[in-house]
């Protein structure tokens, strides 16, 4: 069956969920930056993907962009919100106001779709705002895409989570189902606050892993150890599994700072020791990285890129940042080379577009994900990179 689709955002969530729903259905998805909807609708994503831009321009898809909200959701049968929830420093929580404004005109204008939240909440939001609004048609199903891969997570998920009425979530369920790329994913329907719980212990599960890693690699570093043989031997059990332990300059993103954090937050009333420990090891190790950089004395380190992992293009809270500021508070110069961005906002810093001058200024060039372009130039590098994965 071919349902009309409403999507609200144009993020790597929503235009991941776009894309995979509009081969089989009509898919409207709206953005209130008009530059972002006049180029998807020329054919361009607004993200840096290289498999969901050839996705769009291969696929048959029935799918337009609109920054109208009220003609996006008329007369739909689903509306999926995908919009960001900034975390707040003062809270300590997401800042979902956004979610509770737009939902207000979304219920007053359409009386029947079924509305799934993707955005990541708090946990007790979904309810909260169930009951604000009298409806049970209001339903959270958290994302767990990769930056650079939120596309394919999206077409082989590796579980579906959906928290709310059971009806109307087995009614979400079967459209997300009928539009995977295979037919035996895990699912899951669970309370709101349930599923809110998994989003984010799985991100700080993940978070405490990078740590963990990021301890142990700082560890041999002190001591003369070869991490890459020790990460081997205590992966080869499969109780650890080798996976998601390459370490990095820390834990950074969209999704494993603020989820952590937010997490932490929620516990306050309950033994949240471990939770604790996995923000102070994170700073722990920048600091750390920043006193062996300090030592090989560089008058001017050059960074290598700002994102915290392959195809993606997103530098926000990338954990970088924090190697960068302390550096820039022992007065070491700074110079940036990174094609996916054209100005920088922190004083200090300089960005250069002539990558042959980058690497003959730089006496040091830091990199927290080495790729072939900067290869070449291993004896300058200062990089934790031992595996080459995200």
Do not use: W
């Amino acid at each position: 069956m071919n349902y009309k689709i409403s999507i609200l955002g144009m993020g790597y969530v929503g235009c991941a969920n776009a894309l995979m729903l509009a081969r089989n259905n009509t898919v409207s998805i709206c953005e209130i930056d008009e530059k972002k909807v006049l180029n998807f609708n020329e054919g361009l994503l607004p993200i840096e993907e290289s498999n969901a831009q050839e996705f769009l321009d291969k696929q048959e898809l029935n799918i337009s962009a609109t920054t109208n909200l009220n003609e996006s959701i008329q007369g739909c049968n689903f509306i999926i919100i995908a919009l960001p929830t900034n975390f707040s420093d003062k809270k300590l929580e997401f800042d979902t106001q956004i979610i509770e404004d737009v939902l207000k005109q979304v219920l007053s204008t359409n009386s029947s779709a079924i509305i799934a939240i993707r955005s990541t909440l708090n946990i007790g939001c979904t309810d909260k705002i169930s009951a604000q609004f009298n409806t049970s048609r209001i339903i959270f199903c958290p994302e767990f895409l990769r930056e650079g891969q939120a596309l394919h997570d999206s077409l082989f998920p590796e579980r579906l989570i959906i928290g709310g009425d059971e009806q109307v979530s087995k009614k979400f369920l079967n459209l997300l189902q009928d539009s995977l790329g295979h037919l035996d994913t895990p699912a899951m329907i669970t309370t709101t606050q349930q599923a809110e719980s998994i989003k984010l212990f799985a991100n700080t599960y993940l978070a405490m892993r990078v740590a963990f890693f990021n301890e142990l690699d700082s560890f041999c570093m002190e001591n003369n150890i070869e991490s890459k043989e020790v990460i081997d031997g205590i992966c080869l059990d499969s109780r650890i599994g080798a996976f998601y332990n390459n370490p990095s300059f820390g834990f950074g993103g969209l999704c494993l700072p603020k989820d952590s954090m937010q997490l932490l937050n929620r516990c306050k009333n309950s033994p949240n020791n471990l939770l604790a420990a996995i923000q102070d090891s994170n700073q722990s190790r920048a600091e750390y990285l920043v006193n062996q950089i300090i030592m090989q004395k560089p008058r001017i380190v050059g960074v290598y890129k700002l994102a915290m992992k392959a195809e993606s293009d997103n530098s926000r809270n990338a954990s970088i940042h924090n190697l960068i500021q302390g550096l820039l508070g022992k007065k070491i110069k700074i110079l940036v080379y990174d094609k996916s961005i054209q100005s920088l906002d922190i004083k200090g810093l300089k960005l250069i577009d002539n990558f042959k001058s980058f690497v003959e200024t730089s006496d040091l060039i830091l990199a927290n994900r080495i790729d072939n372009k900067i290869l070449p130039f291993s004896n300058k590098i200062f990089s934790r990179d031992i595996f080459s994965s995200d």
